[in-house]
């Protein structure tokens, strides 16, 4: 924890000293679970992760960003266990340049981007981010992301290029275009990967596909696919539907966090760390994968919300949840609780029992 301060204390009073505006914003997570793993065999963890992030003004056309995240934290390991060292991470520290009279920015340093659903990023990247505005209706984004450097004298970097494109309009469209480059195994990927939403009324859908062309010495593979996320609000009940499907040879990701809704076969809203069987199976799949899930939500009360999903993974296995939310301090601190079980194809049963707190500020 001391050297938690030393790093925060001179970050906290040189944004200080120099900022003409400063904002603090984070996240203070602690969630808890009980469960089975692929061989049936019991057990359970409770961890807790912090989040915070200093954004600084420093004149009207540079900013500076720094956050940190201490955690995740598994209670009697290691950083959670009496006596031990808490795990400190800098995630972001980047400046942002305003182009006076250009309407772009440039974003230097490590940065925070996704993609639409996460299926190919969600995470942070050491790299430079050109944001630009053409017209009133169209935002671009280009952006080069340093994934590996490696020895800095041999050619094994891996680097990824991104351009983004998307038009502001009553049906929003929009179009990423990602190239990557292995040099460590002469590898290389171009994605193509257009999308759009739609609101009417109640309803509303997000859709994305994607072809990619994975090329490797001299063999050349394809793949394609895309998901759909849809909606409808009928007051009393929410309804939401989400479908995933890929080809033999999927997509090609650099740090996908895509949530299904299930916490046995998929990535949940409330835990991201008990999936036992997925492994970004859109990614060098063999086969046809599909994921396939339905969900509700029922508010209760201002405060109360009940919520619950069923779906599956093809040749994979089903899996049913529920649970309830409860806003303890609006707009603050909020808690869950849920439960769910899967069935594998292998017959192996999984269950999982959860609850989470999450203060957002």
Known sequence: MKKIILVLIPLLVLTGLYAVEFDISGQNRARAAIYNNAAEVDGGHIDNRFNIGFDSQFHQNL????????????????????????????????????????????????????????????????????????????????????????????????????????????????????????????????????????????????????????????????????????????????LGADLLLATENGLSTVSPWYQNGLYIYGIGKYHDGLNLYWNTPYEGNADMFMSAVGSLRAPVSEKIALFGAFGFLTDTGIEMNAGMEYELIPDLLNMAAYGAYGIHDDDTNNYILGTSMNIEF
């Open 63 to 238: 900013s500076f960003r720094v956050a940190a995240e201490i955690g995740d934290i598994i209670w009697g390991n290691g950083g959670g266990a009496i006596g031990t060292d808490v795990a400190f991470d800098i995630k972001e520290l980047n400046f942002n340049y305003n182009i006076e009279g250009n309407d772009a920015n440039i974003i230097v340093g490590q940065q925070y981007w996704m993609d639409k659903m996460g299926l190919v990023m969600d995470d942070t990247f050491s790299g430079i981010m050109l944001q630009k505005q053409f017209g009133d209706a169209i935002d671009a984004e280009f952006a080069w992301m340093k994934v590996k450097e490696g020895p800095r004298n041999l050619k094994d970097d891996h680097d990824v290029f991104m351009a983004h494109a998307k038009m502001d309009m009553e049906m929003p469209i929009g179009m990423y275009l990602f190239f990557g480059n292995y040099e460590d195994v002469d590898a290389s990927n171009l994605t193509f990967m257009p999308y759009l939403s739609m609101e009417m009324g109640p309803a509303g859908f997000d859709a994305i596909a994607f072809i990619d062309m994975q090329m490797q010495n001299d063999d050349t593979e394809m793949g394609f696919g895309g998901a759909i996320k849809a909606k409808m609000d009928l007051d009393m009940l929410e």
